[in-house]
Nanobody, 120 residues
Framework: QVHLVESGGGLVQPGGSLTLSCAASRSIFSINAMGWYRQAPGKQRELVAAISGGGGTNYADSVKGRFTISRDNAKNTVYLQMNSLKSEDTAVYYC??????????????WGQGTQVTVSS
C-alpha cells in the first residue's frame, strides 16, 4: 500500500505558475508509474501527466508545452510544474500511483486532492 499527499495548490492569476508536489509514503522505485489527474466541476476526472519508473512521460494535449512532470527519487516525491496557467486549468488535482510492482493486484492509489484555481 502507498499513501499519497499532495500540496502546492492555490489561487493564481491567468498566465501564472504553480508547482504541485506529491509525497509518497514509500519508495517510488517500487511504483510502476505515477501521475497527476484533475477533475473540474461537472466533468470527469482526466489524466494530466504521467511518469513511468524509467522516467518516460506523457501529457494531455491540453497541457503539452505548459506543464512538466518530474520525480525526485531520493525524496519519494513527484512534481507537476504548471506554467502559463489558464482558467480552464481550474480543477482539483489528484496524485495517482497505478500499482506497486510487488503487489500488482492492488491499486490504483489516490491522494486527497489539491485545489487549483486560475482566476483574475
Amino acid at each position: 500500500q502507498v499513501h499519497l499527499v499532495e500540496s502546492g495548490g492555490g489561487l493564481v492569476q491567468p498566465g501564472g505558475s504553480l508547482t504541485l508536489s506529491c509525497a509518497a509514503s514509500r519508495s517510488i522505485f517500487s511504483i510502476n508509474a505515477m501521475g497527476w489527474y484533475r477533475q473540474a466541476p461537472g466533468k470527469q476526472r482526466e489524466l494530466v501527466a504521467a511518469i513511468s519508473g524509467g522516467g518516460g512521460t506523457n501529457y494531455a494535449d491540453s497541457v503539452k508545452g505548459r506543464f512538466t512532470i518530474s520525480r525526485d527519487n531520493a525524496k519519494n516525491t513527484v512534481y507537476l510544474q504548471m506554467n502559463s496557467l489558464k482558467s480552464e486549468d481550474t480543477a482539483v488535482y489528484y496524485c495517482n500511483a497505478d500499482f506497486i510492482r510487488s503487489d500488482p493486484e492492488r491499486g490504483p492509489y489516490w491522494g486527497q486532492g489539491t485545489q487549483v484555481t486560475v482566476s483574475s
